[in-house]
């Protein structure tokens, strides 16, 4: 059976092109430029005029990718995480649907802290609610700023 990965005309091993790879992944070029910059792991071949030729590990990598990204709706920083944790080779077998990638809650945020923050003393309970008052103040004024007066349209007066 031939591989269902390979293009016609092409052998398993070949390399291929950006635009064989983007077309085979339905991804415009620039997205696979894009993660060259996030994901280190993906180190295309460049030969001269900075043209990028892929290897079958790196398809399958990006594809491994395109399905964390796509398939199982991982964020960037998710994907980095089970490529750093689970290592490229378990990516690649994602991208060739050999595995699957676990399901986990994502948080773009840090964890918060074990311990609370200090609560306010009185003195900068009273600077902060100062402070607030004053930008209350600035807003109220630029709310009655009329956009000519912002552009210069205004008639002298």
Known sequence: MPDKD?????????????GEVAEDL?????VLRFWETRFTQVRPLK?????????????DLL???????????YTIRGAQRVLRERGMRFVQAV???EQVAPAFV?????PEPETAAPPLGRADRASLTA?????RACRRQLARVRPADLRGDAPAG
């Open 6 to 18: 390979c293009l016609p005309g092409k052998e398993p091993g070949a390399f291929r092109t950006i």
């Open 26 to 30: 339905d991804l415009p070029q620039h």
């Open 47 to 59: 030969r001269g005029g900075n043209r990028r030729y892929y290897r079958p590990d790196d398809v």
């Open 63 to 73: 594809r491994g990718i395109r399905r964390l990204l796509y398939g199982q709706g």
């Open 95 to 97: 991208g060739r649907g």
């Open 106 to 110: 994502e948080s773009d945020h840090e």
């Open 131 to 135: 402070v607030l008052d004053e930008l």
